[in-house]
């Protein structure tokens, strides 16, 4: 398991809109957070991303 560094749509936080590779400044990039990789929001992220594999795959 790891922690990763998201942007999430809105202050709701269901959805996984970026990843970043640490924290960002919160005026440019709001609504940030730290989650698991194995969180259900960085999964369909993943899986739903152009150009990417199936995150367990």
């Known amino acids: 398991m790891g922690t990763i560094f998201v942007q999430l749509n809105s ?3 269901r959805r996984v809109v970026s ?3 640490g924290p960002q400044n919160e005026e440019e ?3 940030q957070g730290k989650i698991e990789d194995t969180d259900d ?6 899986t739903h991303a152009p150009g990417r594999g ?4």
Do not use: W
């Not at 929001?41 to 993943?46: D, E, N, S, V």
């Not at 199936?54 to 795959?57: A, L």
């Open 11 to 13: 202050e709701i936080k």
């Open 19 to 21: 990843v970043f590779g």
């Open 29 to 31: 990039h709001p609504h």
């Open 41 to 46: 929001r960085y999964i369909a992220f993943l």
């Open 54 to 57: 199936s995150p367990r795959g």
